[in-house]
């Protein structure tokens, strides 16, 4: 009988692990997002967050949805992905909204529609992003839809999609050497990301999920240490724009 309970005991507690960790996975993916999008909207000021992070996140997290269809892996990871793209709107959303208020001149409006590849991703309205994402979306699901059978497409399907996630860090580590300061891009969302992709590998590895998860997870990590090293070495410089901007 003491065998049963402490079994059944084991189980409940496993069970609770489990669940936590599934919860840690959806949740802790835009908890990063939440200190950058309060700056933004505090600072009004949204330069110095890339907006291609988003961009690389819709397109992970979308060809990671592909992938489901044809490699079931676990849902929880399913339901992190449809909730980081609601996630990437709402910023890109609000960072188009800042930009178009802070403009002093009236600029020429940049759509979607006017297929010009120099202002690629760099639209003057919310608009464009869901729709450049829609053709994306139906582009991708009815190529997946014609070769759902054939493996090696699938897999790498399951490739590009976290490999695009593990280089979610460049467009910021670029927009830093850009600017040669991290100032408008927040230190909690970094850390956050550092956590959070430390805890998202090990929880890859532990669950067996396919292995490009893991191996890139691994590769994201990276790049946000090379992030946190920019941050240390930018360090007078970002000093140095804040109290510019504060009129210090």
């Known amino acids: 009988m003491d065998w049963i309970i402490s079994d059944e005991l084991g189980l409940t507690v496993g069970h609770l692990v489990g669940w936590g960790a599934a919860g840690a996975m959806i949740i ?14 505090r600072t009004q000021d949204a330069e110095g967050f890339s907006l291609y992070v ?27 992905s449809i909730v980081m793209n609601i996630t990437m709107f709402i910023m890109i959303h609000l960072c188009v909204t800042v930009r178009k208020k802070n403009q002093i001149i009236r600029a020429r ?4 529609t006017d297929m010009d590849r120099k202002y690629f991703w760099a639209w003057t309205d919310f608009q464009s992003y869901v729709d450049c994402m829609l053709v994306f979306s139906v582009f991708g699901a009815a190529v997946t ?8 497409f699938v897999e790498l399907i399951g490739f590009l999609a976290v490999f695009t996630e593990a280089m979610l860090g460049s467009p ?3 927009k830093n050497l850009q600017n040669k300061s991290t100032e408008g891009m927040s ?18 590895v532990v669950r067996e999920a396919p292995t490009q998860f893991w191996v890139c997870g691994g590769l994201q990590v990276a790049l946000d240490i090379v992030i946190l090293f920019q941050v240390w070495v930018y360090r007078h410089n970002t000093a140095a724009a804040r109290r510019t901007r504060r009129g210090d």
């Open 28 to 41: 802790g993916g835009i908890a990063p997002y939440i200190p950058q999008y309060k700056q933004i909207k």
């Open 54 to 80: 988003c961009l690389a996140l819709l397109i992970a997290n979308t060809l990671r949805i592909l992938f489901w269809f044809g490699k079931r892996y676990e849902l929880p990871l399913l339901i992190q």
């Open 109 to 112: 409006e940049r759509i979607f």
């Open 145 to 152: 839809y014609l070769l759902i059978e054939f493996s090696p």
């Open 172 to 174: 910021q580590i670029a």
């Open 187 to 204: 230190l909690s969302m970094v850390v956050m990301w550092t956590c959070g992709d430390i805890f998202k590998t090990v929880y890859f």
